[in-house]
């Protein structure tokens, strides 16, 4: 049994879709970011960095993993699911991960953050982080070229990627012409476990989303 604890964002659905994916049972704890939950002590003790996603592992001595991408490697390799055996294969998988952990998801988020939460709109600060996103959402879209998935098979590569990619609408980026990336987006869409995990813990509307947004980034 794992302890999930989450909210309805791009780095918590990450983890309910890989969750629901592997078939592991698991219990959510919905954490209220805008009410500040993830600054808890008790949050704290798990993850001293203040942020969802965070698991614990029951069956496991309680053991607690923060940050998604060390999540989606532990449950990888705890279950032998989404994670190539092979050096090459499994390299490349972790090389697209960390393309989402250390490019798509910051310029992304904060592309969100400018577009959405701050009053203050900086036209130069948007388009920076709009370009750098649209950047790497091209990387991606020219990877899919003549591939289903990003690595040799469907992995924890693209559930990560996915999260991120498909919320271009929300920071307002248009990918007009990005085909490739278009199909794939839908492709992993199309997934019964994806489904079912992008909804868990239930989205919240957007003005909500705004609302949460700015409460954190005014600390
Ligand atoms: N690198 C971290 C980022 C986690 C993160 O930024 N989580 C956001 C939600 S997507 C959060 O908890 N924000 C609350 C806050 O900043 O206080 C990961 O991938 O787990």
């Known amino acids: 049994m794992i302890d999930l604890h989450t909210s309805p964002t791009p780095n918590g659905r990450k983890i309910s879709i890989m969750l629901e994916e592997i078939g592991l049972d698991y219990t959510v704890h919905n954490i ?11 949050f704290l003790a798990m993850n001293p960095n203040g942020r969802i996603p965070v698991i614990v592992d029951r069956d ?3 053991f607690v993993v923060f940050e998604s991408g ?14 190539p055996q092979e050096e090459k294969a499994r390299s490349r998988v972790i090389q697209w ?6 490019g798509l998801g910051p310029m ?21 982080y709009q370009h750098e ?3 790497l959402l091209t990387v991606l879209d020219q990877r899919l070229d003549g591939r289903e998935y990003l690595c040799d098979e469907y992995s924890i590569a693209d559930i990560a990627n996915w999260c991120w990619a498909i919320g271009y609408d929300w920071a307002q980026i248009d990918i007009d012409g990005l085909d490739h990336l278009d199909a794939w987006l839908d492709r992993v869409e199309d997934r019964p476990a994806v489904e079912r995990g992008k909804n868990i813990p239930k989205p ?11 409460s954190i980034i005014i600390r």
């Open 32 to 42: 209220n970011l805008g009410q500040q939950e993830q600054k808890r002590p008790e």
């Open 204 to 214: 919240v509307t957007s003005s909500e989303l705004k609302k949460a947004g700015a």
């Open 60 to 62: 496991n001595d309680d």
């Open 133 to 135: 996103s649209l950047r």
């Open 97 to 102: 991960l960390m393309f989402q952990m250390g």
């Open 70 to 83: 060390a999540i989606m490697l532990y449950l990888a390799e705890k279950t032998g699911q989404l994670l």
């Open 108 to 128: 992304m988020g904060q592309a969100n953050v400018f577009v959405n939460y701050f009053d203050e709109k900086i036209p130069a600060v948007i388009r920076r």
